[in-house]
């Protein structure tokens, strides 16, 4: 199996990765190709080529990094207040257009992302926003008691049974 590896493949009512870690280096060096930048100015492109729906992380990102440079893909320069440069090599490039269908498909899905993400109705993705946020912070304030459990997912099984009735 190759470092670089093909799209994740969700089975129905999973959502999977957006990116396989593969495909994230290869986005990664396409970003580079076009101009060299920091990681957090690489995380903020793919950020903006999904409209927001997405953010890599910088637990991934920064690592993917040093994996693209240990492997003679980038090179780092000008450190700036700690944030290093990334240029793509000429083995860098050479490897990524070696590799330029596979970077496509990882591209044309940032995209397709983006479109369902600007489909949702506004009030759906608040709604959707709010309830993540209210179960995660109820999950943070501590265990749950066998009842609370139970009550919990019935709220969660309910709301799914009206959502598709709908």
Same mark, same amino acid.
């Given at each position: ?54 953010? #890599? ?5 920064? #690592? ?103």
């Amino acid at each position: 199996m190759s470092d670089f590896e093909p799209l994740s493949r969700a089975g129905p009512g999973r959502r999977g990765r957006v990116l396989a870690h593969g495909g994230l280096k290869l986005v990664l060096l396409r970003l580079i190709a076009e101009k060299p930048s920091h990681g957090y100015e690489l995380i903020k492109a793919i950020e903006e080529q999904v409209n927001g729906s997405y953010s #890599p992380s910088p637990g991934v990102v920064y #690592p993917a990094l040093t994996l693209l440079e240990e492997m003679g893909y980038v090179s780092v320069g000008a450190v700036e207040g700690g944030r290093k440069l990334h240029t793509i090599t000429d083995a860098g490039l050479q490897f990524f257009e070696s590799q330029r269908d596979e970077a496509d498909a990882h591209w044309a899905r940032l995209q397709a992302k983006a479109r369902a993400h600007a489909e949702r109705p506004p009030q759906i993705q608040r709604a959707v926003e709010n309830f993540k946020l209210a179960v995660h912070m109820r999950l943070q304030r501590g265990p749950l008691t066998e009842e609370q459990a139970h009550a919990f997912a019935a709220v969660l099984d309910s709301a799914a049974q009206n959502i598709e009735k709908i």
